[in-house]
């Protein structure tokens, strides 16, 4: 028999863990405790008491128990899952030997996302933002799908480094890594996972190095807008216009997300952007050229709100994943998300003649060394393009 428990820790907080209590084919009793490390606010093997301290019962007398406060759902849901897999798991017994040694073992998105609510909650408003951006690459990498702890070996991990350094810095993938590896220490001293992967030879944390940024060149984007232009094609048509839009004004996602009509005026946006006003708190001003207002005029205006791209879909990761097929569709091999915008936007302005000051303006850069390394870009394929001359003799 497996039984959730519950510890009270200092914080206030309490530990769940599992109480398992078996007997062995030999008649053999054995009792032991496996902690979860996933922590929720109450103790809920307790029954609900009166004022008296007496046991309240339902219509049926039987005892009521606590119930699950709303922010211990998901805790409380993961742990009666490892509960009944342990179950299962005991009863595949030969000569009293465990078959299955990955007890306990977790589903990688479903503890990040519980971790990140539980952060959330205790420090209020403010958001762990490193987590989020953990659980969004993660699951942009395996398409939505989670992932069992005892499932990932050196591959994944280097598959992984792969993928995060197409849109992430050295320092980015870094920290991303290093978050990722606590799970997988906090898993073998638990002995749910009997190797770490991270500690293997063959895995190496990256250093100084620097990924490239996806763009598109302007063909590319033409291949695209093409595609989705074509009769028939089932691309939906605010992501294809938020998208282009994004190309020609180099807006993140998230400012994509909560644009409205009322933001622009003169034919200008002026918002404060998600990220940037985190820092600087200013406003800034996007002048739109040609192309970006023709693209606002395809866009169905809601009858209930202002915002201008209110039917994308309702997750990055869903959004990425479809951008993806479309680009595919398009003729386009390259591993795009919707981040490729912003780095297409700055490297056509360099490339058609906007200097790296008025660039950084419009991207709301806090210093001129993040917009240079797009003029650096530019650059390198100036020179490519050079080496297309053909020789006098």
Same mark, same amino acid.
């Given at each position: 028999?497996?039984s959730?428990?519950?510890?009270?820790?200092?914080?206030?907080?309490?530990?769940?863990?599992?109480?398992?209590?078996?007997k062995?084919?030999?008649?053999?009793?054995?009792?032991?405790? !496996?902690?979860l490390?996933?922590y929720?606010?109450?103790d809920y093997s307790?029954?609900?008491t !009166?004022?008296d301290?007496?046991?309240?019962k339902d219509r049926?007398?039987?005892?009521?128990?606590k119930?699950?406060?709303?922010?211990?759902?998901?805790a409380?849901e993961?742990?009666d899952?490892i509960r009944?897999?342990?179950?299962l798991?005991?009863?595949?017994m030969?000569?009293?030997t465990?078959?299955?040694?990955r007890?306990?073992?977790?589903?990688?998105?479903e503890k990040?996302?519980i971790?990140?609510?539980?952060?959330?909650?205790k420090?209020g408003e403010?958001k762990n933002? $490193?987590?989020?951006?953990? #659980?969004?690459? %993660?699951?942009d %990498?395996?398409?939505?799908?989670d992932?069992r702890?005892?499932k990932?070996?050196?591959d994944?991990?280097?598959?992984f480094?792969?993928?995060?350094f197409?849109?992430?810095?050295?320092?980015?993938?870094? $920290?991303?890594?290093t978050?990722?590896k606590?799970?997988?220490t906090i898993a073998?001293?638990?002995?749910?996972?009997?190797?770490n992967p %991270? !500690? !293997?030879y063959?895995?190496?944390?990256?250093?100084n190095?620097?990924g490239?940024?996806v763009y598109l060149?302007?063909?590319e984007?033409? $291949?695209?807008k093409?595609?989705g232009d074509h009769?028939?094609?089932?691309?939906?048509?605010?992501?294809?216009?938020?998208f282009l839009?994004?190309c020609?004004t180099?807006?993140r996602?998230?400012d994509?997300?909560r644009l409205?009509?009322?933001?622009?005026?003169?034919?200008?946006?002026? #918002?404060?952007?998600?990220?940037?006003?985190?820092?600087?708190g200013r406003?800034?001003?996007?002048?739109?050229s040609n192309q970006?207002?023709?693209?606002?005029e395809g866009v169905?205006?809601?009858?209930?709100?202002? #915002?201008?791209?209110?039917?994308?879909?309702?997750?990055d990761g869903g959004?990425?994943?479809?951008l993806r097929?479309? $680009?595919e569709?398009?003729?386009?091999?390259?591993?795009i998300s %919707?981040?490729?915008s912003?780095?297409?936007?700055?490297?056509l302005?360099l490339?058609?003649?906007?200097d790296?000051?008025s660039m950084?303006?419009l991207?709301?850069?806090?210093k #001129?060394?993040?917009t240079?390394?797009?003029?650096k870009?530019v650059?390198?394929k100036?020179?490519?393009?050079?080496?297309?001359l053909?020789?006098l003799?």
């Amino acid at each position: 028999m497996i039984s959730l428990r519950f510890k009270k820790l200092k914080s206030g907080k309490y530990s769940v863990y599992l109480d398992i209590y078996h007997k062995d084919q030999s008649g053999t009793k054995s009792r032991t405790y !496996d902690f979860l490390s996933i922590y929720v606010s109450d103790d809920y093997s307790k029954f609900v008491t !009166d004022s008296d301290g007496n046991v309240k019962k339902d219509r049926k007398g039987l005892p009521v128990r606590k119930k699950i406060r709303k922010e211990d759902v998901r805790a409380m849901e993961l742990a009666d899952k490892i509960r009944v897999e342990r179950e299962l798991q005991l009863g595949q017994m030969i000569n009293g030997t465990y078959l299955n040694k990955r007890k306990g073992a977790f589903s990688l998105i479903e503890k990040m996302k519980i971790d990140f609510q539980q952060i959330k909650e205790k420090d209020g408003e403010k958001k762990n933002w $490193a987590l989020a951006g953990l #659980i969004r690459s %993660f699951s942009d %990498f395996t398409g939505g799908q989670d992932i069992r702890i005892d499932k990932v070996d050196v591959d994944f991990l280097n598959s992984f480094k792969k993928f995060l350094f197409q849109f992430n810095k050295s320092g980015t993938v870094n $920290a991303k890594l290093t978050r990722l590896k606590k799970y997988f220490t906090i898993a073998e001293k638990q002995k749910i996972i009997s190797e770490n992967p %991270f !500690d !293997d030879y063959e895995f190496k944390m990256p250093k100084n190095q620097n990924g490239e940024k996806v763009y598109l060149t302007l063909e590319e984007i033409k $291949a695209m807008k093409e595609y989705g232009d074509h009769p028939g094609t089932q691309i939906n048509n605010h992501l294809k216009c938020a998208f282009l839009f994004a190309c020609f004004t180099g807006l993140r996602v998230g400012d994509i997300r909560r644009l409205k009509w009322t933001d622009i005026s003169d034919n200008q946006i002026s #918002i404060k952007m998600q990220k940037t006003s985190r820092t600087t708190g200013r406003i800034v001003r996007i002048p739109l050229s040609n192309q970006a207002l023709k693209i606002l005029e395809g866009v169905e205006k809601s009858k209930y709100h202002e #915002i201008i791209f209110f039917n994308l879909q309702k997750t990055d990761g869903g959004t990425n994943r479809a951008l993806r097929s479309w $680009a595919e569709l398009a003729g386009i091999s390259k591993y795009i998300s %919707f981040h490729t915008s912003r780095h297409t936007f700055a490297t056509l302005g360099l490339t058609y003649g906007m200097d790296v000051y008025s660039m950084q303006e419009l991207l709301g850069h806090s210093k #001129i060394s993040m917009t240079q390394h797009y003029a650096k870009i530019v650059s390198s394929k100036l020179k490519e393009e050079m080496t297309k001359l053909p020789e006098l003799d």
